[in-house]
Structures are given as C-alpha cells and as structure tokens.
C-alpha cells in the first residue's frame, strides 16, 4: 500500500482521538456532579467544566493521543509517525475551529494551557508511535 493511500487513515484518527478526548472529560464531569460534588444548580456544573476543560484536555490528551500512536504503529508499522503527526495536525485545526467558534472571546485568556494541551498531545503521539517502533524493532 503506498503512502499516500495510508494517509487517509490521519483523519479518522484524529476525530476519534478528539471524541475519546471529549468523552473522558464528560465522564469526569458526570463523576464530579454525582459523586465529587453533588447537590449544585446547573449554572454551577457548567462554570466548573469551563474551569476544568482545558486542563481536562491535557490530563487526558496525554493518554488518548499517546495510545493512538501505539494503535497506529501496530497497524501501519513504519508509516505511523507520519499518519500521527498528519493526524495531530488535522486535530489542531479542527480543535482551533471548534475553540474559535465557541470561546473567541476567552481564547486569549486560556491560550497558556491552549499551547501546552496541543503541545503535550503532539509530543504523546510522537512517542506512542516511536515506542512502538522500538518495540517492533527488537522483535
């Protein structure tokens, strides 16, 4: 299968990345209404997951992406560095999309953990991948 043809794989990669991402988070935000701190009005549950979003998305980007780069080494072998960071940057934009849409006016505030959240899933990819590569190498 030539490289171009492997590429395709980036896209759905990188939005089932975004949603297990999301997911996480609403799982988290279930957990803290229900078990951490029950009791609030709505009002109070929504202040707290834009509180606790971006450093959600870090905390739990890590593993996602981390996990998806040890998904893609297994099943494209030497192409998965490639299709990760394709799929890390399909990814980014659509996440900057979706940021800019819904918080343009917060983006300046948050944009210290913005960088740090799409850094951290960058390097996780890199080194899910590249770990991998090592495995399969000494085997």
Do not use: C
Not at 50 to 60: D, E, L, T
């Amino acid at each position: 299968m030539s490289e171009k043809s492997r590429l395709w794989v980036a896209l759905p990669t990188a939005i089932i990345a975004g949603v297990v991402n999301v997911t996480l988070f609403f799982l988290f935000m279930v957990l803290y209404g229900h078990v951490i701190n029950p009791g609030h009005e709505d009002a109070f549950y929504q202040e707290a997951a834009n509180r606790f979003g971006p450093y959600a998305s870090i905390i739990g980007g890590i593993p996602v992406f981390f996990v998806t780069g040890l998904v893609l080494r297994r099943f494209l072998s030497t192409r998965a560095l490639k299709v990760g960071i394709a799929a890390w940057a399909i990814y980014f934009v659509l996440d900057v999309a979706i940021i800019l849409a819904a918080a343009v006016d917060k983006v300046i505030s948050f944009l210290p953990l913005i960088v740090v959240s799409f850094a951290t899933k960058f390097v996780a990819i890199y080194f899910g991948a590249r770990t991998a590569a090592k495995e399969i190498e000494e085997n």
